[in-house]
């Protein structure tokens, strides 16, 4: 199984701030990366695929990059509602495996 | 509008049998694989397997191997997710989603379906 690491486990950060999570597979992943957003007591949402592709509907301040194992998704401005648990996961083989989150706090 | 509506939430004792549905709607039900996802309190995201509701094949994570059974009815468009042998260690909330853009990016979600495992 390809392992997702995330880094930090948690962050806290203002509003205004830019801030960068990073996650790090365990081997290449062939750019099949995607990142969630999920609040408490909610499913998650996807943000983006193919390392930087967004979703419909979310804002340009998200931003992915990265390529082989190590990945980042990048909030350039933190709005109040960014605050949330985020989470990578590849998707270039089966069984599909995510990062363990990281919990972003004001 | 796409939408997954699951089940409604279980109390099992262990040892029992939970099956989960996810009905889908608002897309061709057949076209798109449901995967199923659970979450356990204050943990991340465990990925349990997908079915093909096409014709039904299935790919299960190891660890859920001989436990698990995902089918499907097309004629509801429905997906079901059955989990047996429940251990307190499976109390969590279960997730159904879809991958209505590109294959396996999962961008459509239920609202998850609480399954609580106690005695």
């Known amino acids: 199984d390809i392992q997702m690491t995330q880094s930090p486990s948690s962050l806290s950060a203002s509003v205004g701030d830019r801030v960068t999570i990073t996650c790090r597979a365990s081997?290449?992943?062939?750019?099949?990366l995607a990142w969630f957003q999920q609040k408490p007591g909610k499913a998650p949402k996807s943000l983006i695929y193919?390392?930087?592709s967004l979703q419909t509907g979310v804002p340009s301040r998200f931003s992915g990059s990265g390529s082989g194992t190590d990945f980042t998704l990048t909030i350039s401005s933190l709005q109040p509602e960014d605050f949330a648990t985020y989470y990578c996961q590849q998707y270039d083989s089966y069984p599909l495996t995510f990062g363990q989150g990281t919990k972003l706090e004001i | 509008q796409v939408q997954l509506v699951q089940s409604g939430p279980e109390l099992k004792k262990p040892g029992a049998s939970v099956k989960v549905s996810c009905k889908a709607s608002?897309?061709?039900?057949?076209?798109?694989?449901i995967y199923w996802v659970r979450q356990a309190p204050g943990q991340g995201l465990e990925w349990l397997g997908l079915?093909?509701?096409?014709?039904?094949?299935?790919k299960y994570a190891q660890k859920f191997q001989g436990r698990v059974t995902m089918t499907r009815d097309t004629s509801t468009s429905t997906a079901y997710m059955e989990l047996s042998s429940l251990k307190s260690e499976d109390t969590a909330v279960y997730f159904c989603?879809?991958?209505?853009?590109?294959?396996?990016?999962?961008?459509?979600w239920g609202r998850g379906t609480l399954l609580t495992v106690s005695s």
């Open positions: 081997q290449g992943i062939n750019d099949y």
């Open positions: 079915v093909n509701p096409s014709d039904g094949s299935t």
């Open positions: 193919a390392v930087s």
């Open positions: 989603s879809a991958d209505l853009g590109q294959l396996s990016v999962l961008d459509h």
């Open positions: 608002g897309y061709t039900f057949t076209n798109y694989y």
